[in-house]
C-alpha cells in the first residue's frame, strides 16, 4: 500500500527518526502485543505497575509470560519498586508515561535512571500515548533513549491527540534488531490506507494548533499531571475530585484547561462560572 511507506516517512520525518527503525500496527495496541510476543514467553516475566494499562496484562498473558506488578507511589510510577521487582526471568518492563488511566506523569531524570538500572536483556517499553498533550520541556527523553539503546521501545499511536481512534493506528520506534524481530512475528495487514492517509494528514497540522496540558507539580514526587482526557480536575498526589460549587451546589465538571494542585485558589464553575470549586485536601 502506498501509504505505508509514505507513513514510516512522515513520522520519522516530524520527528527525525530513522523510517526503517519505525513499526506501525493496529493502534499502539498492537505494536504491544508485538513487543510481547517478541521478547516473552512461558518462564519468562512482564512487569507493569499497579495501575497500568490494561493491555499490558492481556499481552503477557497471551504469550504464556507471567506478569509482575509493582507498587505504585501516589498512583504514579515508582522506579524502585520496578527495579526492586526484576529478577533473572524479566524480559519486559511497560510503562505508561503520561500513565493510563491514573494520569500521573514520571520525569525525564527518573526515566533515565529506570533504564539504566535494568539489565541490557530486559526491553523497557515506554508508552507515550497521551506524549502529544504535553509541552517540550515536559518530554521524558524516550524517544532519545530508543534511538541510542538497544533495550528501549518507545509506542504511541494517532488515536489520542489526533483523534483517529477509529482509524487504528499506532507505531513504535526502537533499535534496529527490535524493530525486525517485531516485524517477523507482524501480520501483513494491519493498517486501512484510509487510515494512513488521514495520519498523514494528521502530521501535516502545525503542532502549535494542538491542545497542551498545563502541568503543575502537586507535591507527589515525579508525578505531575492527570488524565489528558478527564473532564474532571484531580491532584497527583490524592487524587482528590472536585466535589460540588458552593456557588450553585451542582456537582459537575469545571473546565479542562489547566491543572492546579489541590491547595491552590478556588476554581471557575463550569456551570455558574462562580469561584466555588474546591478538592478533598484543599
Known amino acids: 500500500m502506498r501509504g505505508a511507506a509514505v507513513l514510516r516517512e512522515a513520522i520519522a520525518a516530524h520527528h527525525d527518526l530513522d523510517p526503517a527503525r519505525v513499526i506501525y500496527g493496529t493502534g499502539s495496541d498492537e505494536v504491544l502485543h508485538l513487543v510481547a510476543g517478541a521478547y516473552a514467553g512461558p518462564g519468562d516475566e512482564v512487569i507493569q505497575v499497579r495501575y497500568g494499562f490494561a493491555v499490558y496484562e492481556i499481552a503477557t498473558r497471551r504469550v504464556g509470560a507471567t506478569l509482575v506488578v509493582a ?7 515508582d522506579v524502585d519498586a520496578i527495579l ?16 493510563n488511566p491514573t494520569g500521573t506523569f514520571t520525569a525525564k531524570a527518573e526515566i533515565a535512571r529506570l533504564h539504566a538500572g535494568l539489565p541490557p536483556q530486559v526491553m523497557l517499553v515506554l508508552d507515550q500515548a497521551y506524549a502529544e498533550y504535553l509541552t517540550p520541556e515536559d518530554d521524558d527523553g524516550g524517544l532519545e533513549l530508543a534511538r541510542t539503546a538497544p533495550n528501549v521501545i518507545v509506542t504511541r499511536t494517532f488515536s489520542k491527540i489526533h483523534g483517529l481512534a477509529a482509524e487504528r493506528i499506532g507505531w513504535g520506534y526502537g533499535s534496529a534488531e527490535a524493530i525486525a524481530a517485531m516485524h517477523r512475528i507482524r501480520a501483513p ?50 487524587r482528590a475530585r472536585p466535589i460540588s460549587c458552593s456557588s450553585c451546589s451542582k456537582a459537575q465538571s469545571p473546565p479542562r484547561r489547566r491543572i492546579r494542585r ?11 462560572r462562580g469561584r466555588g470549586w474546591r478538592t478533598a485536601c484543599a
Do not use: H, K
Open 71 to 77: 507498587d505504585d507511589r501516589d498512583y504514579a510510577t
Open 262 to 272: 489541590c491547595s491552590s485558589a478556588a476554581i471557575s464553575c463550569a456551570g455558574c
Open 189 to 238: 495487514f494491519c493498517c486501512t490506507t484510509a487510515g494512513q492517509e488521514a495520519a498523514i494528514a494528521a502530521l501535516a497540522r502545525p503542532t502549535s494548533s494542538l491542545p497542551r496540558a498545563s502541568i503543575t507539580a502537586c507535591g507527589a514526587p515525579g508525578s505531575r499531571t492527570r488524565s489528558p482526557s478527564s473532564a474532571m480536575w484531580a491532584c497527583a498526589r490524592c
Open 84 to 99: 526492586a521487582a526484576v529478577t533473572e526471568r524479566t524480559r519486559v518492563v511497560f510503562v505508561a508515561n503520561p500513565n
